[in-house]
């Protein structure tokens, strides 16, 4: 144990030291003890995109809370590391990174083109991980994933094959999603929603063998008319009624199309027709299998118009918008155009507009996945920590569509089936086993094509949980960890990330991935907006905030601002309050050992004493110890962590050190050596339980401290965690704050009076049945309050209010009395009170005669109502002023 604790504390010098020290003695990585239920939790892979930002440090902060907390409770605790290869993010990064050096990834190709994103990963995942260490984050490296490791790969492919042959993943022409920067489909989960101000155009459809007769549809997006297969309108429209049944021609195009009614069609919105493009808006697709309509699909994949496009081939889609709106106007077909705001799906991505068109996609069944997904949260078998996110949960899953699997990227797990020439399709966990399949059915020679498309990033994600753990083996890690206990992640992924993985865990696992959802918030930046990879701002790496507070007061920051489910603003003014508090518990520490004589090592061993040999000040802080570890216990099991972060900071900080240390200070500068030596104990013991309780959130400076306590064990690391169910002590904690709000009393009358601080006052406290504990604790009260001990006169009652003298009643009965003699110039008072008196009344004055005038008039209220609030705030001065004055007198 170290003899001498520096002066300050150095988070710079110790931060990477113990975490080293940490790493080196393997407290990161559980002994697997079947005797024993394990604690696990599975980080949430960082995509390796590139540097990790605040946002990410809200994870590290909640989870390592709960895995140190766990694993001092002496539960075999894994917490599992990994990247996620995060396909179309990384692979937009590269593809910029690449551009800048005037290179495409087509110019590379595929296989070269993957080379290069191996080379970022290596770069990116380093200095995740690297980001990781300085947080704190007690991981077990010895167990670190990537999601495209071959073992999570054949995890994939695996998984594949399995709901694959259950009939749960197929293949099929349907409407998606498509990025045309991207060129692939995205789920619907990906595709942000905003807000725009664009136009409706008013077409008018000629009506066939009715020369001069036009039905007019409006439309926010003209360039989809092209693919056009009908007309709506609503079966009870009376304006409609005699043209349904009838033929319109589509203009420019001049194809024959039906005029159908349909009921799903909204009579209010623009001319209460709608044109029908099956093949590129979800609402028209629906219509146009209901009706049994043509899909003409208009796009190319790069979102320029094709072949069916007629002479709009060839253009982008805007292009083809403006010459298709200006041909139209020639035509005398554009019946006018409106300023229209609507809402654009973009790339959650690259922020391109997205275009609903028909491709050929992989899918999963979501139906026959979501229902036992439903099941388990509405049965408790899985908790979601804030509850209000269950029915959000809900809603999504009772709704849910079949989710869209493949994406035409070249980075991430390639999608496990192979064709042949003649267009069979075989689907295995490898090539050899697709080989084996055809081999059988078309004979030896046949040759196999792997699809070109991958996976959506999120298959691999959903799988996190037990392919981390060795599945499809059967490993001893997968027996003893899987299921995991709880899932903490922001609420922003409840949907392309949790719900996923309750899905893919109870298909292919048979059981829950794990039994909590703890749903954190987003870290903002000052000014509201979300920090993201996209939108990475100087000062957004945490490796900034720790270099100039530490890791320390930027984890406890978050965990303490950071309520379960709500967003949190960065604010340096916190995180400097955090680091301030770590300094000031390493202060007293300092004054704790400082303090313990010629054998400290004697406090390692807490054996507490007679609590009648125990100061009144001794027995109200154990008692307030107690009922701070009953609290955090209580909170931390409710996941309230920022509530149980408050408690023991304002315990340490407004309790220990403020109240405690100071009342110590008596008995330990006195003479009595058994007194001095129960203090001694109870300033170890109390601060030595409440570092355990706050190593979760702090984890350094508590190590740190800890090592230079008397203790017992090598780390606090894995300490016993201290349980509640403590006794308290209401009686020593209602006399000790008695003592407390009398001598808040005397401060609040020192500063009224601007006493010198080093002046001892003489008081007169009438304390009615407490006199005897007063009395017992007069020389820590004197100490508290700065009082003269020789003037300090303890009294159940007074009968006559003492002249001169300021007199206070606190709400507990007590009265005081100090007299004014003994704290100021009398003559001096008087005049500084009488020129602050003068000024007031000038002001008032000056105030009064501007709301007389034609000022409350003529200003807008809010000023006039801050002239008023100005002169109330004056005018109470002005009498506070002046009973002072009348109480020299």
Sequence with gaps: MPSEMPKTYDPHETEQRLYEWWEARGYFTPKIDPSRKPFTIVIPPPNVTGELHHGHAMFVGFEDLLIRWHRMRGEPTLWLPGTDHAGIATQNVVEKALAKQGISRKELGREEFVKRVWEWKAEYGGMITRQIRRL??????????????????????????????????????????????????????EVEHEEVQGNLWYIKYPIQDSPGEFITVATTRPETMLGDTAV???????????LIGKTARLPELDRPIPIIADDTVDRAFGTGAVKVTPAHDPNDYDMGIKHNLPFINVMNTDATINENGGPYAGLDRYAARKQLVADLERDGLLAKIEPHTLSVGTCQ???????????????????????PSIEVVRSGKIKIVPQRFEKIYYQWMENIRDWCISRQLWWGHRIPVWYAPDGSMFCAVDEAGAYEQARAKLGPDVKLEQDPDVLDTWFSSGLWPFSTLGWPQDTEDLRYFYPTSVLETGYDILFFWVARMVMLGIEIMGEIPFDTIYLHGIMRHTDGTKMSKSDFRPGDNPLDVIADYSADAFRFFIITSASPGNDVRINLDKIADARNFANKIWNAARFAISNLGDHPEQYANWHKPDPNALSLADRWILSRAHGLLNDVNALFREYRFNEAAQNLYHFLWDEYCDWYIEASKVTLNGGDEAAKHNTRAVLVHVLEHALRLLHPMMPFVTEEIW??????????????????????????????????????????????????????????????????????????????????????????????????????????????????????????????????????????ERTTAKLESDFAQKAPEAVVARERDRLSATLERINKLQEQLDGLK
């Design 136 to 189: 704190g984050a007690s991981v077990d490296w010895t167990r670190e994933r990537f999601t495209m490791d071959e073992q999570l790969s054949l995890a994939v492919r695996e998984a594949f094959v399995r709901m694959y042959n259950k009939g749960l993943i197929y293949r099929g022409p349907r409407l998606v999603n498509w990025c045309p920067r991207d060129e692939s489909a995205i789920s619907d989960l």
């Design 232 to 242: 709506a309108v609503h079966p009870e429209d009376e304006r409609y009624q005699h």
């Design 349 to 371: 991505r690259c922020h391109t507009v997205i275009e609903p068109l028909i491709s050929t996609q992989w899918f999963v069944k979501t139906g026959p996945l979501a229902e």
């Design 707 to 844: 090592q230079h306590l008397p203790h017992h064990g090598e780390a606090l690391i894995v300490a016993q965690w201290p349980e509640g169910g403590r006794t308290t002590a209401p009686a020593a904690e209602a006399d000790f704050e008695r003592i407390m709000d009398t001598v808040r009393a005397v401060r609040n009358a020192r500063s009224e009076f601007n006493v010198e601080p080093g002046k001892r006052i003489a008081a007169i406290v009438a304390v009615g049945e407490h006199a005897a504990t007063f009395e017992t604790e007069r020389a820590v009260f004197a100490s508290l309050a700065r009082l003269d001990a020789a003037q300090l006169k303890i009294v159940e009652t007074v009968e006559v209010k003492p002249e001169n003298a300021y007199s206070a009643v606190l709400a507990s009965g007590i009265q005081l009395y100090l007299p004014l003699a003994g704290m100021i110039d009398f003559e001096k008072e008087k005049k500084r009170i009488t020129a602050e008196l003068d000024k007031a009344r000038s002001d008032a």
